[in-house]
């Protein structure tokens, strides 16, 4: 596997549980769901502009759109930033929509809501995405040298994320439905590895936990009796 795309590719698709959250109701998201879903949101962010070298703003929270929308970057050849600043370069920002008009980008980007009534020169994510092709072709270009997720102080690419994604699968045994609680900001790159590439890729299943919920594993800290640090994930 070279690139992050891969992990939600169509020979990728299962009826195994990939992604749960609870966001008020619960979310559930099998294998098949997962990545049919992160392929219309690759296609989705094409149509507005999103090529290799893009960067894609992302407010993260406990549901499964900023996961889509990391691998429709992925898949894109886009950068991703969660939680950027309020000024931001962004070709599109995906947010909730409460909020999301406060963010200064370039002329011509587009704001994409994932919760509440989206206002004037904003789109309803599960309305585009839901509505669009499932297949999103990965441009050549794109490989384990291009890079991918952003923070604060650096840039990581698609192969190291990946390798250390591999560490932290084979660190912690991680494997067929392992269930990883992620419980540290996406904007943080190990909830990112940890929490959601390292299950995706061994078969496992991530988790936004609920109150008081324990699964197997936790990226930061919570009543998990076994916790992935972060030091040395990345």
């Known amino acids: 596997m070279e690139t992050i795309g891969e992990l939600v590719a169509r020979d990728q ?13 619960t979310l559930r998201y099998d294998y098949y769901q997962l990545c049919t879903t992160a392929q219309k949101t690759g296609n989705f962010f094409s149509h507005r502009g999103v090529r290799t070298g893009s960067l894609v703003g992302v407010e993260s929270a ?17 950068r991703v930033r969660f939680d950027p600043p309020r000024k931001t370069d962004a070709r599109l920002l995906v947010a909730p929509s409460e909020g999301i008009e406060e963010y200064a980008l370039p002329a011509g980007a587009s704001r994409l809501a994932y919760d509440g009534e989206p206002g004037v ?4 994510f599960g309305e585009s995405v ?13 490989g384990p040298d291009t890079p991918f997720l952003e923070t604060e102080d650096e840039t990581y690419t698609h192969g190291q994320l990946l390798a250390a994604t591999e560490r932290v699968v084979d660190r912690w045994g991680i494997g067929p439905g392992t269930e990883v609680a992620i419980r540290t900001p996406l904007s943080e790159p190990e909830a990112v590895v940890a929490g959601i590439l390292a299950p995706l890729s061994a078969g496992g299943v991530i988790v936004f936990p609920g109150p008081d919920e324990a699964v197997d594993l936790a990226v930061g800290e919570g009543p998990e009796s076994t916790v992935i640090p972060p030091d040395g994930v990345v």
């Open 13 to 25: 698709r299962t009826r195994e549980p990939a992604l749960r959250a609870r966001t008020g109701v």
């Open 62 to 78: 406990e549901s499964g759109a900023p996961v889509l929308s990391l691998f429709g970057a992925a898949l894109l050849g886009a």
């Open 121 to 124: 020169g904003v789109e309803s």
């Open 130 to 142: 839901w509505s669009e092709n499932p297949a999103c072709p990965t441009p050549s270009e794109v």
